[in-house]
Every structure is written in structure tokens, then in C-alpha cells.
């Protein structure tokens, strides 16, 4: 294997199996947008719920598609994706955009998580970035208002995780129900500087430059915890954390994110103090690998407790986070560890038969057919973006 072969693969991948399915499988030519959820055992439920990080995903995906292989098709579908979050996802009355719809379209639940609004923002930005759509870029900057407007915290920093319809407060914060209920998380933060820094890719705003830099900041100075290497996950209103848990895939996919942000704004001072964290980081993530290339999930060190699943997500983070390593840092050792795992990937979670990927493999190698091989969660934006990631890297 080499990076000519393995980009070579990963364009297959993506223009004969990933994008198809979703534009053959989950374009809902009824009620518009697409399918709520297509399960693990290929049974489509068009009567799902629409999540709007799933839409916004898929906003994103087909953008940047259409901006590196300029195919018809994949415009389309990226019209599609925008006319959908834009008429039907964002909220005219206060801003922001709803965390789901029903089937049909209508508002389902109304709350605003910041990680949604973040999507949508990550996805538009890719839309303007892949066509100079003034609308795209327009409603990106909107959402990003919003986001400073309500969720930023001036005095103790940081974005909250959720709101209600208003922008009040509300009790349940949790993005999902596995998470824990804090008013600040990893995961959100490391999902406002990822559309925070491609909207600066097309929007150079001052501000935007501030509030990107504040969240590298965070990350390196607040999330980061400098002993082990691992992001901690969960925080009260203060950055303090009770909790001891180790998420592989994220601490490899903010590695890059990270990294990409920092460059984005090529702040050599910053660059100085971010490439050593990006590299320890990677290195901690590593702890997640196992003989066969895969990274396990996540572990709880105080429960003794280990999810050895290897999900479909955190192995297309690990491909882009070493070969990251090798890119920036001359890391042969870090590219073969990106081979091992797209060999892992090939083998075990590529659905050659019906499409996609599975979500996970469990640690004996069974495939999990239980969850959802399209869903609220299950998009195809982390195992696209791999592909276009090496894609444009190798290019």
C-alpha cells in the first residue's frame, strides 16, 4: 500500500458506494430533504423523524463532493440538502435551527443544540465555499450570530450545550442520552470550531478570527488535560469535570481539527504551541488501537469498564488524524498505522453488498446490524470526509 493507491481507493469508495446510497437510498422524493433513518439491516422507515445534524451532514458531504469532482449529481443533492435545512431546519421566528423534524417537515422538537446549529453552519459555508451561493453564506453567518449571541459564555468562556426555542435555559442539555447533562462539553466545542473555521475559509471576519482562536485556545488551555493527553469530555459552568472518560475517536479527530484551525489562521505563534499538543494528542489516542488497526471506542478508568466496538466514525478519524501526522510531521510510522486501519476498514465495515458502512464491529468481528445504517447519527460525513480528506491531501 502507498498514498497513491490508498487515494486512489478512497475516491472508489466514495463516488461508487458512499455517495450512491445516499442519493439512491435516502432522497425522499415524497415529502422532500431526505429519509429519517435507513436501519442496520437495510429496512428503510420513511415515517423516522428528520435530525437536523443529518441533513446538515449531508449538506455538507455532497458540497464538498461537488467541489472536488464538480459532478452534476452531487450538486444536486446539495441543493437539495440546503433548500431543506434553510426551509425547513432553520427557524424564521427566532433563529437558530430545530433539533428535528417529523416526517413531513413540521417541527418536531424545537430546542437549540449548539452542535446542530454548528452543522448547519459547517455544511452552508461548505455550499457557498463549493458554488459562491450568497444565500448559503448569508444564513452561515446568521447561524453563527446566534451561536454568539446565546450561547457564548463572555465571563467564564465557552459556548453552553443547549437552549430551548427561546434561547432560554433549558433542564435537559444532553446531545444524547449516553452523554452526561452539563452545560458545557468537548464535543460541542470541538464541533463550533470546525464550521467556525470553514467559515472563515470564506468569510474573513475579525470576529470570526477572535472566536476561532478562543476555541483553539480552549482546547489547548481547558479541554486538554495536559497529563495524559486525552480531551476530558464534560464541564460544569466553571471548566471543572468530575468525570473520567476516554473517547479514542474524538481525541484523534480533534487532533487534526485542531491543526486544521490553527493552520487556517497560520498564527505562527499559535502554530508553535499547537503542534506539539496536536502530536501528543494523537499519541494519547493511540492507546485506542488494536493488533488488527481498528481503534476501540471509549473507556471508563474508573469503572473499569471498556466499549471495544470499532464504529464506523472513529476509524475513518483515525485514517485522517494519522495521516495527518504524516503530512505535517513526517510520521512514517503514523501513515502505516492510517494503511492498517483503511485495510481494516475494507474487510470489516464496508457494506460491499448493500451499500455504506455498518456502524460498528464488535470486538470478536460480528458485525453490528442493531444500529442504524442511516440515521439521526449515521451520515456520511466522517467516512466521506476521510475520503476527500486523503483525496485532497494526495492530490
Same mark, same amino acid.
Given at each position: 500500500m502507498d498514498v497513491k493507491n490508498m487515494r486512489k481507493e478512497m475516491e472508489e469508495e466514495l463516488t461508487?458506494?458512499?455517495? &450512491?446510497?445516499?442519493?439512491?437510498?435516502? =432522497?425522499?422524493?415524497?415529502?422532500?430533504?431526505?429519509?429519517?433513518?435507513?436501519?442496520?439491516?437495510?429496512?428503510?422507515?420513511?415515517?423516522?423523524?428528520?435530525?437536523?445534524?443529518?441533513?446538515?451532514?449531508?449538506l455538507w458531504?455532497?458540497?464538498?463532493?461537488?467541489?472536488?469532482?464538480?459532478?452534476?449529481?452531487?450538486?444536486?443533492?446539495?441543493?437539495?440538502?440546503?433548500?431543506?435545512?434553510?426551509?425547513?431546519?432553520?427557524?424564521?421566528?427566532?433563529?437558530?435551527?430545530?433539533?428535528?423534524?417529523?416526517?413531513?417537515?413540521?417541527p418536531l422538537d424545537t430546542k437549540k443544540q449548539i452542535y446542530a446549529i454548528g452543522f448547519a453552519i459547517y455544511g452552508l459555508s461548505e455550499y457557498h465555499r463549493a458554488t459562491g451561493d450568497a444565500e448559503a453564506l448569508e444564513y452561515a453567518v446568521r447561524l453563527f450570530e446566534d451561536i454568539?449571541?446565546?450561547?457564548?459564555? &463572555?465571563?467564564?468562556?465557552?459556548?453552553?450545550?443547549? !437552549?430551548?426555542?427561546?434561547?432560554?435555559?433549558?433542564?435537559?442539555?444532553?446531545?444524547?442520552?449516553?452523554d452526561e447533562n452539563e452545560r458545557k462539553t468537548m464535543n460541542t466545542h470541538l464541533h463550533i470550531l470546525e464550521p467556525y473555521t470553514n467559515l472563515y475559509r470564506v468569510w474573513k471576519d475579525d470576529r470570526l478570527k477572535k472566536q476561532l482562536r478562543n476555541l483553539i485556545e480552549l482546547f489547548t488551555d481547558r479541554i486538554l488535560n495536559p497529563e495524559t493527553g486525552h480531551l476530558e469530555l464534560f464541564f460544569d459552568d466553571n471548566w471543572r469535570s468530575k468525570y473520567r472518560i476516554v473517547s479514542y475517536g474524538h481525541d484523534i479527530e480533534a487532533s487534526w481539527l485542531i491543526h486544521e484551525a490553527a493552520l487556517i489562521l497560520a498564527d505562527k505563534t499559535l502554530l508553535e504551541k499547537v503542534e506539539p499538543l496536536v502530536e501528543f494528542i494523537a499519541a494519547a489516542a493511540g492507546e485506542g488501537l488494536t493488533p488488527d488497526g481498528a481503534?476501540?471506542?471509549? =473507556?471508563?478508568?474508573?469503572?473499569?469498564? =471498556?466499549?471495544?466496538?470499532?464504529?464506523?466514525?472513529?476509524?475513518?478519524?483515525?485514517?485522517?488524524?494519522?495521516?495527518? !501526522?504524516y503530512q505535517h510531521f513526517e510520521d512514517e510510522v503514523a501513515l502505516r498505522k492510517a494503511f492498517h486501519c483503511w485495510d481494516f476498514i475494507k474487510k470489516?465495515?464496508?457494506?460491499?453488498?448493500?451499500?455504506?458502512?455498518h456502524w460498528s464491529v464488535r470486538a470478536d468481528g460480528t458485525v453490528n446490524t442493531e444500529d442504524d445504517k442511516a440515521g439521526f447519527w449515521k451520515c456520511p460525513y466522517h467516512n466521506g470526509r476521510m475520503c476527500m480528506e486523503i483525496m485532497e491531501r494526495f492530490s
Open positions: 461508487a458506494n458512499i455517495l &450512491p446510497f445516499w442519493m439512491n437510498r435516502m =432522497t425522499d422524493e415524497a415529502n422532500g430533504g431526505f429519509y429519517g433513518r435507513i436501519t442496520g439491516t437495510g429496512i428503510l422507515m420513511p415515517e423516522t423523524e428528520k435530525g437536523a445534524v443529518l441533513n446538515a451532514r449531508i458531504t455532497f458540497s464538498a463532493a461537488y467541489r472536488l469532482l464538480k459532478k452534476e449529481e452531487y450538486l444536486s443533492a446539495a441543493m437539495r440538502a440546503k433548500r431543506y435545512v434553510i426551509d425547513h431546519f432553520y427557524d424564521r421566528e427566532f433563529g437558530g435551527v430545530y433539533w428535528s423534524l417529523d416526517c413531513e417537515g413540521r454568539e449571541k446565546h450561547s457564548f459564555d &463572555p465571563v467564564k468562556n465557552g459556548y453552553c450545550e443547549a !437552549l430551548t426555542r427561546q434561547w432560554g435555559e433549558i433542564a435537559d442539555m444532553r446531545l444524547s442520552d449516553k481503534m476501540i471506542y471509549e =473507556t471508563f478508568p474508573d469503572r473499569q469498564k =471498556t466499549d471495544t466496538d470499532r464504529h464506523w466514525w472513529v476509524q475513518a478519524e483515525n485514517v485522517v488524524g494519522h495521516v495527518n !501526522l470489516h465495515l464496508i457494506d460491499y453488498r448493500n451499500g455504506e458502512w
